[in-house]
T-cell receptor
């Protein structure tokens, strides 16, 4: 069964460093998402992406964040200058068509900023 | 205001008993959907069940059923014949559609522990 994959599974970085989290959505999916879950808290929407542009972003998704689909298969989330409070699990999700409802989640990348 | 409310931070249930996890939601949109996801200790988000706002019947998926009461704006998850492997965090989420853009808004979750 096709699945969303994410790499790395765990990333440790120092405050102020740039990180890129990678996701490979399911191949025929058109809509892509990033969510964040700070340890012990609820999952929060960051950004949605369709047709090579951002569809919607939350107030969390400030200028430090950017997303890209560089090659038609990968979907990346970049954090330019990480802060301690960026430590969280980051989930990528994808969805097929406008009429489909299920977002398929990847296994997540745990980002630890020290 | 919270759009998704899960009032049970933790629950302990005896194995083989049925369990109901509560979820209430707040929206003025006529078209929306409600999900339940399971998050085991390994961290992944596992889709369990979905209910669309226009669906006439309550959704069921194996041992999972969704008790959808639209007038009360509640979408409780019922797990029948609970198993030890059901121990996990459970999140209720609402699908919001805004000018064609779609996102999920999650509740704070319920930690379910099944006791042998």
């Amino acid at each position: 069964e096709p699945e969303v994959t994410q790499t790395p599974s765990h990333q440790v970085t120092q405050m102020g460093q740039e990180v890129i989290l990678r996701c490979v959505p399911i191949s025929n999916h058109l809509y892509f998402y990033w969510y964040r879950q700070i340890l012990g808290q609820k999952v929060e929407f960051l950004v949605s992406f369709y047709n090579n542009e951002i569809s919607e972003k939350s107030e969390i998704f400030d200028d430090q964040f950017s997303v890209e689909r560089p090659d038609g298969s990968n979907f990346t989330l970049k954090i330019r200058s990480t802060k301690l409070e960026d430590s969280a699990m980051y989930f990528c999700a994808s969805r097929t068509t406008p009429n489909s409802y299920e977002q398929y989640f990847g296994p997540g990348t745990r980002l630890t900023v020290t | 205001a919270q759009k998704i409310t899960q009032t049970q931070p933790g629950m302990f249930v005896q194995e083989k008993e049925a369990v109901t996890l509560d979820c209430t939601y707040d929206t003025s949109d006529p078209s929306y959907g409600l999900f339940w996801y399971k998050q085991p200790s390994s961290g992944e988000m596992i889709f369990l069940i979905y209910q669309g706002s226009y669906d006439q019947q309550n959704a069921t998926e194996g041992r999972y059923s969704l008790n959808f009461q639209k007038a009360r704006k509640s979408a409780n998850l019922v797990i029948s014949a609970s198993q030890l492997g059901d121990s996990a965090m459970y999140f209720c989420a609402m699908r919001e559609i805004n000018f064609g853009n779609e996102k999920l808004t999650f509740g704070t979750g319920t930690r379910l522990t099944i006791i042998p």
